[in-house]
C-alpha cells in the first residue's frame, strides 16, 4: 500500500498567506437568510432570539481564538479583527477562514433557541481582507455600522407601514427614495420615536477583549478604542 | 450617514479565483478531533456513530451543492470533488471554501446523535486544491484511501494490543516499524481476520452523484469511475 | 551596523508559485510598439528588420531557459511555452516573468539592427498564464495564430489602400466591418495575391525545441506537434 | 478563421493585484552578476562604470514611471518604491514587474559604455512586495543599505587583500568572522582609510523624486526624508 506514492499530490497545495503588519477582518456572514427568517417565522424587523444566538456565537468565537481582538455584528454578519502582529495560523488565509467560519457555524447551530425547531442547517459564508492601516480598519468598522443603521431605520419604516395595513409593494413605493428624516417622521407619525428604538438594532453590537460584554454603541468615534485602550 | 464614504474599504478584498478546468477538491477536517473523540467518550478505534455522522453530513453537502461529483470520507476528514468545468460560486476560493465548510459542520452538529451530549461546538477547518488532470485526482484520492487504510490497521491493531492488556505506551513500542504482514498477524493471534473488519471502516466511505449512497469500496481502480458513469 | 534587524522585511515577500503540471504560457508584449514603430519610421504593414530581432531574441531565449519548449512570435509579442513538469525557478511567478522578460528585452536591444539608431529604450510587458491540458494550450496558440491572420490582412489591406492615395482615415472607414472575403477582393484589385504574402506575416513564427530554426506554419493542426514529436 | 472560438483562454490569466494604501517596493537584481563582472573585466571591488550604468537606468526609470517616489541602488540591485496611494497599472503585479525589469534593463544595455564590449545580454530579475507602513519600508531601505555597506567593507578589505598578494582563498579565510574594527584594521595597516572611501560605494545612491539627482546619503536618518519633504 504504498502512500508516499500518491504524496506528490500534496505539492498542489496553494495556501496563501496574508500580508504581515496588517489587520486581519474576517466577516461571516448569513447565506439566505432572508429566507432562513421566513422558514423559521422570525420577528419582523429583527428578532432578538436570533440576534442573541449571533451574539453567542461571536462571543464564544471570541473566546476561542485568542488573538481576536474585536468582533462588531449586525444583522446576519459579523466582523472579527485580529490585529496586524498577530501569527494566527501563520496567516495563512484558507485555514483562518475555515477554521473561524466553522467554529462561528457550530456555535451557532448549538445556542439555537430550542423554542424555534431548526428546519434545516444555518450556512455562513467567510471573507478575509487585509486593512494596512488603523484608519483604514476604523472606516471599515463604520462602514458595516453605517450599513446597520440605514438598514434598520429601513426596515423599521417598512414594517411598520406593512403593520400599518400597506402590502410590502405598496411599503417599497412609499419609501423608494426618501430620505432619512422621511423615514422618521413617518414613524413618528405611527407613534414610534426612532430614537427610542433598542441600540442593539441602531448600532449592532461590539465586542472588545479582553471584556467580552455585548456592547452597543457608535464606533464612529475614535475615543471609542482610548476608552477600551485597545487598537491604536 | 454617509455610508458611500467609507465604501472604498471594499476595495481591499482580493478573491482569488481558482483556475479553470481544473478538478478542485475540498478536503474538510476536523480540528483536534482526538480531544474531541475522548471528551464524548466515542469508540476505539472507530465510532459508528461519530462515523454516521460525517457520511450523513456529507450526503447532505452533496445534495446542496450541486456541482459536487463525488465525496470521499474516512475518519474525520471528508473530501468533496467539484467538475473542472464547474462555475461553482464563479470559482472564488474564499468562497466556496467557507460555504462548504460551514454548511458540513453545521449538518455535522444537526445530525449528531442525541444520546451523546455535545460538549462543545465541533469544528473543521477545510482546504481547496486544484488538480489539472484526472490522472492527478485520482491519485489524490486513492492517497486518502491509503491513507485510511493504513491508519485503520493501526489503529485496529493498536486498540487490540490495549484491550489484550498493555498500555498505550507499550501497544506504540510494540507495533513501531511493523509491517502490515506483523500488524495482520498480531491481529490474527488475537482472534480477528483484519479481512473481516466492516469495509466502511477499511475502505471510508464514497460518495457518487446522482446515487448519494454510501460505497465502501476501492477507488483505486479505474474501473470504479466507469462503473458509476461519471468524471472520466 | 545591525543588518539582522532589518531582515525581518524579508517576511512581507509573497512569491506565488504556479500550479504543478499545468502548461506554462509566458508572453512578452511590446508596450506602445505604434509609437516605436513610427518613431523609428518601420516599414508598413510588416518590417522584416524589427520582426527578425524579435525572432533573434527569442531564439537566444529559448537556448538560455532550457525549460522553454516552444515559442511562437508575432506583431510584438512571443508565447514561450514551459511543459506541465518543469520546475523552472521552482515555478515561482515573479522570477520567471521578471526573469524571461528582461533577458528577452536585452536580447532585443544588443540584437537591434546598427542602422536604424535606437531613439529610446524599448520596453516590453510580460503575463504569465497556466493552462491545465495540451487541448487548452492549444487553442491558446490558434488564438494568438489566428489574431496575427486577422490583423495582418487587416493591415495589409489597410496599408495597400493608404498607398492608393486613400487618407488614414478614409481606409479604416473603408475597412470597417468587412469580411475577409472583401479585403482579399480589395488586395486583388490591387494587384496583390495575400496567399502570395510572406510566410512570416501571415503565420508568425515558431521556434520547436531543440531545433531552434524558424517555421512559418499553422499550428492549427495536431499533427504539426506530432511532426515535431513534442508536446502531446 | 473563428479567432473568438478560442478567445476563452484569457479567462485562465490570474493577474494579482498588490493590496491597495501599502508601500510598493519593486526591486531588480542583476542575475549571475558575479561572472558578468569577470567576463567584462570590470574592476574590484567596485566598478564606477557599471555602477554609473546602474544609476543611469535607474533615473531614467524614475523619469518614465512617475508613479516613483524613491529609488536606492547598491551594486547589481535597484529599488522603486511606488506610494501607497498609486493606482500604477492599477496595481496589477505582473504588469508593474515586468514593464519595470523590462525598461530597467532596456536602459542598462541602451547606456552600457561601449569601451566595454558586451559579450552576452545582462539579465536581471524583479520581486515586488508590499509595505504596510513607512516604519517598514523605513525598515527595508535601512536593511538594503546595511547590505551595501556591509558587503562593501568586506569586498574592499577582501581585493586588499589579493592586490597585497594574497590568494583569493587566503584573504577569504583571513576576513572569516572577523568584525568591522578587523576589517578597518586591516586597511588602515594597507594605508586605507575605509572612512575615505567614496560615499558612492558606502552609501550606495538614492534617487529621490522630483530632483532626481543621484545622492550617496545615509536614508537611516528619518530626517533623510524630512529634508526630501517626502514620503512621511
Redesign the interface.
Known amino acids: 500500500?504504498?502512500?508516499s506514492?500518491?504524496?506528490?499530490?500534496k505539492?498542489?497545495?496553494?495556501?496563501?498567506?496574508t500580508?504581515?503588519?496588517?489587520w486581519i477582518v474576517i466577516r461571516?456572514d448569513g447565506?439566505a437568510f432572508t429566507k432562513f427568517c421566513e422558514t423559521h417565522h422570525l420577528e419582523k424587523p429583527n428578532d432578538l432570539r436570533c440576534l442573541n444566538t449571533m451574539n453567542k456565537a461571536a462571543q464564544?468565537t471570541c473566546l476561542k481564538f485568542t488573538d481576536i481582538v474585536l468582533a462588531y455584528g449586525q444583522s446576519d454578519e459579523y466582523s472579527f479583527v485580529i490585529s496586524?502582529n498577530s501569527s494566527f495560523f501563520n496567516r495563512r488565509?484558507?485555514?483562518i477562514?475555515?477554521?473561524v467560519?466553522?467554529?462561528?457555524?457550530?456555535?451557532?447551530?448549538?445556542n439555537w433557541p430550542n423554542d424555534i425547531p431548526?428546519q434545516y442547517?444555518?450556512?455562513?459564508?467567510?471573507?478575509?481582507?487585509?486593512?494596512?492601516?488603523f484608519e483604514?480598519l476604523h472606516?471599515?468598522l463604520?462602514?458595516r455600522q453605517?450599513?446597520c443603521?440605514?438598514n434598520n431605520l429601513y426596515n423599521t419604516t417598512f414594517w411598520a407601514l406593512v403593520k400599518g395595513g400597506l402590502t410590502e409593494r405598496e411599503a417599497h413605493n412609499t419609501l423608494k427614495g426618501t430620505t432619512?428624516a422621511v423615514k422618521n417622521q413617518i414613524l413618528f407619525e405611527r407613534s414610534i420615536n426612532y430614537n427610542n428604538e433598542p441600540e442593539i438594532y441602531k448600532k449592532g453590537t461590539v465586542i472588545v477583549k479582553p471584556y467580552l460584554e455585548f456592547l452597543h454603541e457608535d464606533i464612529f468615534h475614535r475615543n471609542f478604542f482610548m476608552t477600551y485602550n485597545i487598537l491604536v
Not at 123 to 132: E, G, H, N, S
Open positions: 500500500m504504498a502512500k506514492r500518491y504524496e506528490y499530490v505539492n498542489f497545495e496553494q495556501d496563501l498567506t500580508l504581515p503588519q496588517t461571516v447565506q464564544m496586524p488565509q484558507q485555514k477562514i475555515s477554521t467560519v466553522s467554529y462561528f457555524t457550530s456555535c451557532f447551530v448549538v431548526l442547517p444555518p450556512t455562513f459564508d467567510c471573507r478575509l481582507v487585509c486593512y494596512p492601516s483604514i472606516d471599515y463604520r462602514w453605517a450599513d443603521h440605514i432619512s
